[in-house]
């Protein structure tokens, strides 16, 4: 190490981070409680030379060094108070990740120094040992980028059909895609990986996190890492371990060439995105960035107890978007990955956790308040994971306008409708998009993000084929995640030799996969439910970054019939309107003289008010598409095709009985969840359609 010195010139307060100007580098850092602050220059060799941070602005410190450009590491070492009893936790003999660093250099080696603050087993001792050599460093990166004109695409929210996938999980094991490439931003660019995703139909790619993310030191141990990614440590910068040409800073310019590919070929990108906390974990947890550069101002404290996090996460801290500079660090991040990374929009890890002004979730904090404000952000696609895990956190229907929400009623109430488990008015509440939740502050069924399965749980080959979890490979004794009690299977769980019981999985799965893309609101698609990939009974694979997670891309024959099904749900949902209508149903008489919905029972007739509380799940659904209410953005009226859909959530088959003539004279099968390859059958009206078990046929009128 050379010795300190001053930076050269006093530089700037703003912007935050590391700014290059073509000539040398701003430095500018915040802290409010901080004595004094080092920049930290390290050379290839791992050489690192103090620069001390002298002026003081607002509370950044800051300072401009000519000469450093793209590619220079670097990281700080902040001076204050050790006061773990007042929320004061400095050290300077830990580096310190930038906050706002575009791109970060490697991952936490925890074997190579101790990364504690603490002397462990004495956490109100300070720790003095160096820990440069195990801390991932920050870099300068150059900002330019040739777009060629790419813009947002700014897909309306009623033609948005979602497929939530991992970077590496998508292509690790694609042998279409270049080897060098695989699990890579360049490989998800791939024209394989395009290919598939075009010819899938899916309109969006909601990725799990893509900022910078730091291991749990206890995942080293038993030779797993955080392979979802809910563990950021730099909200500036994308992942590292996720670039195939380089940590230097040319993983910026590999994830905008991503986005920059995916919009060629119309698809958005959605960020899932970790706010709510940070990967430094409890008040026991490792020093990385935050905790040591302001830990009173970064986290939220325990009123009483200052050197005892507030957890509303689960995680063992909570970020504090109180503090006008965190919230200013939210923002910045939003407004980099919009502005200078071109990025769709944004899904929010446990967003209720940042709506709360002090301890109650607040629907008018200063974090939906800055978001409605800003001309930026409040135009892109906004989606909550609307709870946490602190009291009153289930917060489902009561986020503001510009919202969209995970709509976790919808996903619990179809599992149990289609194990008899559920009435007819709560099935018929979701699948016309959840307008008990979302119509009275004057949004839209697309406020619903529908999902059945998400990366959280179990997949839909295996909601259907285990009854309880097998986490065993995760070693935590199977203790870990939540045992589904609205898991659905034959009773035979693992069983694999039966032709009855495999043919009945299909069929269950091919029945979400139908409800799912023909309720109304925006659907959401977990990468590799269209495939059945099965993860073996594990409904908790965040640390399994192996083949358990990865998509396994040689697919058999049941595999390429799942697959073909589920093209051909989603085109028909992208060619009729009236399958993603951008109102609520009334249910009145219209203009056609017909409802715009019409809800049956399997002898025919129109569903009385003492129908809608059976258990008995079996009914019909009538979809005017003559009359869809709302007009197109262009202002002409819409006019589509009509529908009916058959449910039978029995085990055996159903009769349906057709409606009236007036409703349509004759209809034809598009789809069959019970007999895929059965469609074009016609039937007139008041004839009887065979339903069968756990089964769900659409017809079209003709």
């Keep these: 190490m050379q010795a300190g010195q001053a930076a050269s010139w006093p530089g700037r307060p703003f912007a935050l981070g590391a700014t290059w100007d073509g000539e040398g580098t701003n430095f500018s850092l915040f802290s409010e409680n901080a004595e004094r602050v080092f920049l930290c220059l390290f050379d290839d060799d791992d050489v690192e030379t103090r620069h001390e941070l002298t002026e003081r602005t607002a509370f950044n410190w800051h300072g401009y060094l ?8 670097y990281g700080y070492r902040v001076h204050g108070p050790w006061v773990p009893e007042r929320g004061h936790r400095y050290n300077p003999a830990k580096l310190l990740i930038d906050p706002y660093a575009r791109a970060i250099d490697g991952a936490v080696r925890f074997n190579a120094a101790r990364v504690l603050p603490y002397v462990a087993g004495h956490p109100d001792e300070r720790d003095d040992e160096d820990n440069a050599v195990a801390i991932p460093k920050s870099v300068v990166v150059d900002p330019t980028f040739d777009w060629e004109g790419d813009v947002r695409l700014e897909t309306p929210w ?22 060098d490439l695989r699990g890579t931003y360049a490989g998800l660019a791939s024209e394989p990986a395009i290919a598939y995703l075009k010819s899938l139909g899916v309109s969006a790619v909601e990725l799990l996190p893509v900022h910078q993310i730091a291991d749990e030191e206890f995942l080293h141990g038993r030779g797993l890492t955080n392979y979802w990614g809910y563990s950021s ?17 040319a993983q910026v310019t590999e994830f905008k060439g991503m986005v920059k590919a995916l919009h060629r070929a119309g698809i958005e990108v959605i960020l899932d995105v970790v706010y709510n906390h940070t990967a430094e974990g409890s008040e026991l947890g490792p020093m990385l960035s935050f905790k040591g550069i302001d830990n009173a ?3 939220r404290l325990e009123p009483g107890s200052p050197r005892h996090y507030t957890d509303f996460t689960g995680t063992g ?13 939210i923002m910045d991040s939003l407004r980099y990955f919009v502005l200078e990374c071109h990025v769709d929009g944004f899904r929010f890890d446990l967003a209720s956790a940042l709506a709360r002004e002090f301890y109650e979730v607040d629907r008018l904090s200063a974090f939906f308040d800055v978001i409605h404000q800003d001309p930026v952000i409040s135009q892109v696609k906004l989606i909550a994971e609307p709870w946490d895990l602190g009291p009153g956190g289930y917060q489902v229907g009561n986020f503001p306008v510009l919202w969209a929400e995970w709509n976790g009623v919808y996903r619990d109430t179809m599992r149990d409708f289609w194990r008899g488990q559920s009435n007819i008015a709560e099935f018929a509440r979701r699948f016309t998009g959840s307008s008990d939740l979302y119509q009275s502050d004057g949004r839209h069924p697309s406020a619903s993000i529908n999902f059945v399965t998400a990366h959280d749980g179990f997949t839909l080959a295996d909601l259907v084929a285990f009854e309880h979890k097998h986490n065993e490979a995760n070693g935590e004794s199977n203790r870990d995640g939540t045992d589904d009690n609205r898991s659905w299977n034959s009773g035979a769980e693992g069983a694999t030799d039966d032709a009855g019981i495999l043919e009945l999985r299909e069929r269950r799965q091919r029945t979400f996969l139908a409800t799912l893309l023909l309720s109304q609101g925006v659907p959401m698609l977990v990468a590799g439910d269209e ?13 399994q970054d192996n083949e358990l997670s990865w998509i396994d891309w040689r697919l058999d024959e049941r ?23 951008t109102s609520f149903f009334v249910g009145q008489r219209s203009a056609s003289r017909l409802p715009d919905a019409w809800w049956f029972r399997p002898d025919g007739a129109r569903m009385a008010q003492r129908d809608w509380n059976r258990a008995d799940g079996a009914l019909g659904i009538f979809l005017n598409g003559e009359e869809i209410s709302s007009p197109s953005p262009r202002g002409e009226r819409v006019v589509d095709d009509s529908f009916i859909v058959l449910v039978n959530a029995h085990l055996d088959p159903v009769d349906v009985v057709l409606p009236a003539r007036r409703f349509g004279s004759q209809w034809i099968v598009e789809l069959s969840s019970a007999l895929p390859e ?24 003709v």
């Design 678 to 701: 059965g469609m074009g059958t016609t039937y007139a009206s008041r004839e009887k359609v065979r339903v069968e078990g756990c089964a769900l046929v659409l017809l079209r009128r």
């Design 233 to 249: 440590i730099g909200y500036l910068a994308p992942h590292s371990g996720y670039a195939a040409t380089g940590t230097r800073g």
């Design 66 to 73: 000519p000469g450093v450009g793209p590619g220079q590491r």
């Design 158 to 179: 009623s033609e948005t059909v979602i497929y939530e996938a991992h970077v590496k999980g998508f292509t690790q094991l694609g042998e279409e895609t270049r080897e």
């Design 297 to 299: 101002s970064y986290y």
């Design 559 to 581: 595999a390429e019939r799942l697959l073909e099904f589920t093209r051909r749900l989603i085109e028909l949902r992208r060619r009729h309107p009236v399958l993603r209508r």
């Design 317 to 329: 801290n909570s970020l504090n978007p109180v503090h006008p500079s965190v919230l200013r660090l």
């Design 531 to 543: 495939l059945g990939r099965s993860q073996g009974g594990n409904n908790n694979a965040w640390c």
